[in-house]
Nanobody, 119 residues
Framework: VQLVESGGGLVQPGGSLRLSCAASGIIRSINAMAWYRQAPGKERELVARINSGGWINYADSVKGRFTISRDNVKNTVYLQMSSLKPEDTAIYYC??????????????WGQGTQVTVSS
């Protein structure tokens, strides 16, 4: 199973970006998919998470600005980011939780995509 992220880049404050993460491989189910981020000198933190039933939770710092969504058929998760702030600058990582595949149950991480918010 592999997670491939796309959509990062450089954006001005107040701008928007959409991240995508597609899980590939022989996948039978995925319990939850999430986005984490890690800024320089800081620990990795949860940004948003959506489970197979559609339950969503967000970090307080992104509520009202970011929207997570998921396509269960395509095993893809999206993060729509709006009203971006310089403090949103970080490497964003996709995470797939309790993936049922031919190798059993495992968690997987994407390689990360850089988001930079700067004028």
């Amino acid at each position: 199973v592999q997670l491939v992220e796309s959509g990062g880049g450089l954006v001005q404050p107040g701008g928007s970006l959409r991240l995508s993460c597609a899980a590939s491989g022989i996948i039978r189910s995925i319990n939850a998919m999430a986005w984490y981020r890690q800024a320089p000198g800081k620990e990795r933190e949860l940004v948003a998470r959506i489970n197979s039933g559609g339950w969503i939770n967000y970090a307080d710092s992104v509520k009202g600005r970011f929207t997570i969504s998921r396509d269960n058929v395509k095993n893809t998760v999206y993060l729509q980011m709006s009203s971006l702030k310089p403090e949103d600058t970080a490497i964003y990582y996709c995470h797939a939780e309790r993936v049922r595949s031919s190798t059993g149950w495992n968690d997987y991480w994407g390689q990360g995509t850089q988001v930079t918010v700067s004028s």
